[in-house]
Nanobody
Framework: VQLQASGGGLVQPGGSLRLSCAAS????????MAWYRQAPGKERELVAR???????IYADSVKGRFTISRDAAKSTLILQMNSLKPEDTAVYYC????????WGQGTLVTVSS
């Protein structure tokens, strides 16, 4: 199983970014998938999760701003991030699996003016 996250970068406060996680070796359509993030000096935290039946949950800090979705045809997990804030700065990781959860490498998101 391989998970390849991309789409991070530098963005100004109030801006948007779209993160993608390309999955191989796993059936995206039946997997539980999630985005986590880890800011400098902090523990890794859940950002958003989508279940195998498309139930979604979000951290309170991102509700109304971030949207998690999957494109099963492209085996890709997506995180649309709008109205970004400096406190969203972190390395973002994708995770996916049915029973065992697998992790991809992170992609850095920096929100700064």
């Amino acid at each position: 199983v391989q998970l390849q996250a991309s789409g991070g970068g530098l963005v100004q406060p109030g801006g948007s970014l779209r993160l993608s996680c390309a999955a191989s070796g796993i059936r995206v359509s039946i997997s539980n998938m999630a985005w986590y993030r880890q800011a400098p000096g902090k523990e890794r935290e859940l950002v958003a999760r989508i279940s195998s039946v498309d139930t979604t949950i979000y951290a309170d800090s991102v509700k109304g701003r971030f949207t998690i979705s999957r494109d099963a045809a492209k085996s890709t997990l997506i995180l649309q991030m709008n109205s970004l804030k400096p406190e969203d700065t972190a390395v973002y990781y994708c995770s996916a699996g049915v029973v065992t959860m697998y992790w991809g490498q992170g992609t850095l998101v920096t929100v700064s003016s």
